[in-house]
């Protein structure tokens, strides 16, 4: 394959040819549907500050590969007018374009977003560091339609990885507010993505959101603090969660949510909710391995670990390990968003230590189970339960009165070897746990420890692919479920038109 590298640089110039020795001098130029730039090529954007939009206006292709835009040293990019923006917008973005791979970029003082990919596929933004920017850090969204359903879900096979996205909606002061839309992160109509190794701080509002038809991917290893400043405040709307899978108008399901560290945010950690029921639902979400301390505003919030509100259902809560929280589990159908009750959740072999308000919350829920959990005894009950709940089942769950962590105050929440929750998990875990947040085997002793991290030592590493492979087979499952409905609805259509 014939592919070619050009170059960019502060001292070019945009009649040159953009090769080393003639660069271009504006990363847009390089872009443009009329530049040499092929599938397969890369564009090196050489060390200094550029302010311009860049719009993208080609695409790579499955055959020759990916177009890499990528810094070549230290690269920053700014808006060319901070304070006059549209929504969508950013510094690079595009429309209805694929096959790129955007690496290493700085780009801060934004009016929108840092990076917006729009009806996009098979896109690649990594190692960028986005800094006050006035809405997203980094966005994946519809070009033009939001009246919901599948022809919401726009874009396809998308991943954000090992990015920086710092004081995102920096302009934004509250409600009333029209700036700084969207959240830090935001994955929006999305089928197949991987949101994986980010850092996520100081944002006003929610930091990662996958939303509004996002299916079949995972949001893992990230880290996430400080964010909602103002969204989990009064000023704002007393919420904001750190990780926020989000129905809203299209069905929003199988998603991996592993092995992030989420702390020290002013509103709640991880949340599972459908903002719009009835436009679509929420299911078959799958929370494990992740390490969720620190978080929420007790009387202003509900500072929840992990929350999972309504119309939602089919979810399993496995292994994570939560600790000072305002709450460290609310399952509650009845929030400030209408729609049918929480359904099957299962929260199995989970640590919820030392939470400042209360262990737990049930309401407008059925079918829930609570399994092998280990609870800190700082409150008079395990959990509470609020009205319409039904079917709550509770099979050898602990109460104790220290967890035994390596380092509480230190936030090192690996276990001791004298921890109650050392071999007292249940064995009957997934198939995707076969791994703890360190990579390492599951039931290295007599049984699966509870929480995140699996006690004593191990040669065995275990990566993602088992994670990757569930996740493959679900929606694989889903596909072939939804075509047999296709199939039946057709029949029936048939069967009306001719009987």
């Not at 790579?60 to 920053?76: C, F, P, R, S, Y």
């Not at 990019?77 to 690496?103: C, K, M, T, Y």
């Not at 109509?189 to 959101?209: L, M, P, Q, S, Y």
């Not at 299209?250 to 709640?268: C, L, P, Q």
Request: aromatic share 8%; hydrophobic share 30%; net charge negative.
């Amino acid at each position: 394959m014939d592919t070619q590298t050009y170059y960019v640089s502060p001292d070019g110039s945009d009649e040159n040819p953009g090769t080393k020795a003639e660069p271009w001098k504006t990363v847009n130029r390089a872009v443009q549907k009329d530049s040499a730039v092929k599938a397969g090529d890369t564009i090196l954007v050489q060390p200094g500050t550029y302010t311009e939009l860049i719009t993208l206006e080609k695409s790579g292709n499955e055959e020759l590969g990916h177009i890499t835009l990528k810094a070549d040293g230290d690269v920053t990019l700014r808006d060319p007018d901070p304070n006059v923006g549209d929504f969508r917008e950013g510094v690079i973005q595009s429309a209805n374009q694929g096959h790129w791979i955007i690496d290493g970029f700085r780009i801060e003082n934004t009016s929108w977003a840092g990076i917006s990919l729009r009806d996009a596929n098979n896109m690649i933004v990594q190692n960028n560091h986005t800094f006050e920017t006035g809405a997203s850090g980094i966005i994946v969204l519809p070009e033009s339609y939001y009246e919901g359903g599948e022809a919401e879900v726009t874009s396809k096979d998308i991943k954000v990885i090992d990015n920086k996205i710092e004081r995102a909606n920096w302009r934004w002061t509250g409600l009333g507010d029209t700036r700084g839309t969207q959240e830090a992160l935001s994955i929006w109509g999305v089928d197949g993505f991987e949101v994986a190794n980010n850092i996520v701080k100081e944002g006003t509002r929610e930091g990662i959101d996958v939303k509004t038809g996002s299916r079949n991917g995972s949001i893992h290893n990230n880290t996430v603090t400080e964010v909602a400043k103002i969204g989990g405040t009064p000023k704002g709307y007393n919420g904001g969660p750190a990780i926020y899978v989000d129905g809203n108008r299209a069905d929003t399901f199988n998603i991996d949510v592993y092995s992030n560290k989420v702390y020290g945010n002013t509103s709640e950690g991880i949340v599972i909710n459908d903002e719009e029921p009835g436009a679509g639902d929420v299911r078959d979400i799958r929370v494990f391995n992740n390490v969720v301390y620190d978080n929420g505003t007790q009387g202003v919030n509900s500072g929840a670990g992990i929350m999972v509100g309504s119309n939602v259902r089919d979810v399993e809560i496995t292994n994570n390990t939560l600790s000072g929280n305002v709450q460290s589990f609310v399952i509650d159908g009845s929030d400030f968003f209408e729609g049918d009750k929480v359904s099957n959740v299962v929260l199995r072999n989970n640590i919820f230590a030392d939470a400042g308000y209360r262990n737990g919350f049930i309401e407008d829920a059925e079918d829930i189970v609570l399994d092998n959990n280990l609870f800190t005894d700082g409150a008079e009950k395990l959990f509470e339960t609020g009205d319409g709940t039904k079917n709550i089942e509770e099979t050898n769950n602990l109460e104790v009165k220290s967890v035994g962590f390596s380092d509480a105050k230190a936030k090192d929440y690996h276990l001791t070897s004298d921890s109650p929750a050392v071999d007292a998990g249940t064995n009957g875990i997934p198939e995707y746990l076969k791994g703890d947040a360190d990579s390492k085997q599951r039931k290295i002793g007599k049984a699966v420890d509870m929480g995140s991290f699996e006690f004593g030592k191990s040669d065995a590493t275990i990566d993602d692919k088992s994670v990757k492979a569930y996740n493959k087979r679900r929606q694989e499952d889903s596909e072939k479920a939804r075509k047999s409905q296709d199939s039946s609805d057709e029949e029936i259509v048939l069967r009306n038109k001719f009987f």
